[in-house]
């Protein structure tokens, strides 16, 4: 849908940024108490060419002049909606052809999406070349959404990424590379050892080294499915993250394979995200037994207000999260494999037939169709999609809750959006503004969702944490709730922050109010947040949220 919002200019006034913040000062030129503030934040992400490419601290990101129409537009970016992980014929466990992904993932809807065939054996010697002619045709046939090649990645000693990159003559020797030399399957490097953790960074390290070699013009990686079995340990995640900031980017706050816990006889009647496991020898200990479970269908990691995606906010590390369909087999679609295939020696499944039956067990929905990651672009292209994530200027939904939304966190006449840090004096009056449209056509469920509620979630700015496993942040709290008493429209508030004395953030979260519970560390902390989800019984039309990435506030002197 198109709005009538116009690009908002973010810094009305100057900013009198602090020596630590001015890039103009260099290092050596710092007191010691500055010179430690600026590790501090340039260690954190919120420093660096990263940030600056993000508007960090206030400084406006100009939006391109195109074509807007038919899109969200808050702002002054495009709102592009699209998926990173998907799998086709070229997986071990999947069934479809690229262009099957991208024709339906095109008419649900979405801008953008990266084609993630499992890392293995036979997709390391052959699949990465052999897909990437039908990712060619596929651009070249559907020209409105972006189609970027990637893979998912088995980290070493941990679970799946999705790992992309820019489009280009080498993005197939890049992820060739990368695959051969970094893949836990391919170099059996699964458990949970110190050797296999460091080839993980190693393989975030290499990217890097792509992109600044100019071997590509771009690479990132998301982790997926973080909590499903309990491998990635906070101490990993804070690894790669630090290892390369602007590599190493999020995870999946909600993961795919969102049919899966659809009651029997109509549907798969397991768990939703295919979260139905227990602890294993390589899972990390700290984790409770709820953890393995989704949460009103998002990760226990972001699901949980104060959890270990707020423990990482509250350091001040910018860490993203989405929300995907993982599709490998559409929910009672009627497709089958080809005859006649051979993974092993092909590296992929004949193109698929008609099976003559309905895959009711099958616990996925195809691109576009209940998940979607919303990125805020400069225009539509490869570079601004991956800008947009990188900046974190990102917000999912499922089920088609919103039909956009407009977040600023404000004082006099400067704000910021998603994924942006403000810089103001001590004492500045700071207030949040939202607008959201609400969803006004039926989903692909064919009903029109109502958005029941909107939480703003605010946590303290604390710094580093001493033990890197921490996965808790207790200064992070449902600081107000908003009750949406329409269905039309648009809805707006405004919410006072306070005068600013020390850092913080806020984040949203919003439900349809159809399933709730106290959130995992009470209801002090979290009075109606998402239930955890029952194994065989979770209709995810019947339980729809969304999530934003949070706003940075930050004292200048």
């Known amino acids: 849908m198109t709005h009538g919002h116009h690009h908002h200019d973010h810094a009305t006034e100057p900013v009198d940024l602090p020596p630590a913040l001015d890039s103009s000062v260099p290092d050596e030129e710092l007191a010691p108490g500055d010179l430690s503030r600026r590790g501090f934040l340039r260690n954190a992400g919120l420093l660096g060419a990263g940030a600056a490419a993000a508007g960090t601290f206030g400084v406006p990101v100009a939006a391109a002049a195109s074509d807007w129409s038919g899109h969200s537009q808050h702002g002054g970016f495009r709102w592009l909606a699209g998926d990173h992980h998907i799998h086709t014929q070229y997986s071990n466990d999947a069934v479809y052809r690229v262009i099957d992904h991208v024709q339906h993932a095109n008419a649900f809807g979405l801008d953008w999406m990266v084609i993630t065939d499992h890392g293995s054996v036979q997709h390391a010697k052959i699949g990465v070349e052999k897909v990437n002619p039908d990712i060619v045709a596929a651009r070249a046939k559907v020209s409105d959404t972006l189609v970027f090649q990637g893979l998912e990645w088995n980290i070493p000693a941990a679970e799946h990424g999705t790992v992309f990159v820019h489009p280009g003559r080498n993005e197939v020797s890049v992820l060739k590379e990368f695959e051969n030399s970094f893949d836990g399957s391919v170099k059996n490097a699964g458990s949970s050892t110190p050797a296999n953790e460091a080839l993980a960074i190693s393989g975030v390290n290499f990217l890097a080294s792509a992109v600044k070699k100019r071997r590509v013009q771009d690479a990132l990686f998301l982790a997926n499915h973080p909590a499903r079995k309990g491998i990635d340990s906070p101490h990993e995640i804070r690894g790669w993250r630090d290892a390369q900031p602007h590599i190493a980017v999020g995870f999946e706050g909600a993961p795919g394979h969102q049919a899966s816990g659809i ?106 169709y209940y998940s979607r990651t919303h990125v805020g672009a400069t225009g539509f292209s490869y570079a601004a999609v991956m800008a947009g994530l990188r900046a974190g200027r990102v917000w999912v939904d499922h089920g088609g809750l919103l039909g956009g939304i407009d977040v600023r966190v404000r004082s006099g006449g400067r704000w910021v959006t998603l994924g942006d840090t403000l810089v103001l004096r001590r004492g500045s009056s700071v207030q949040l503004a939202v607008t959201i449209d609400l969803a006004d056509r039926p989903n692909w469920a064919q009903f029109v969702p109502k958005l029941a509620r909107v939480d703003v979630i605010r946590g303290a700015v604390t710094g580093p944490v001493a033990d890197r496993d921490t996965f808790a942040a207790p200064k992070t709290a449902v600081a107000k709730s908003f009750q949406i008493g329409k269905t039309t429209g648009q809805a707006t508030f405004t919410y006072d922050l306070g005068r600013l004395d020390d850092g913080f953030y806020v984040r949203l979260r919003g439900t349809d109010g159809k399933r709730g519970a106290p959130g995992f560390h009470g209801a002090a902390i979290d009075p109606a947040g998402p239930a955890m989800d029952v194994v065989g019984d979770a209709d995810p039309w019947n339980d729809l949220w969304f999530y934003t990435n949070p706003i940075w506030v930050l004292p200048a002197r």
Not at 270 to 297: H, I, K, M, V
Not at 328 to 349: A, E, I, L, M, Q
Request: charge should be negative.
């Open 263 to 368: 009651p029997k006889p109509y549907g798969p009647g397991s768990g939703r995200g295919a979260y139905d496991n227990s602890p294993s020898a390589d899972s990390f200990p700290g984790y409770p037994l709820e953890s393995y479970r989704t949460w009103g269908g998002f990760d226990w990691l972001t699901a949980t207000v104060g959890g270990l995606w707020d423990s990482l906010l509250a350091e001040g590390k910018p860490w993203w999260i989405t929300a995907n369909s993982d599709s490998h087999w559409v929910y009672n679609d009627t497709s089958d494999r080809g005859p006649g295939s051979d993974f092993p020696t092909n590296g992929h499944y004949n193109d698929p037939v008609y099976a003559g039956k309905v895959g009711s067990t099958n616990s996925d929905f195809w691109p576009g």
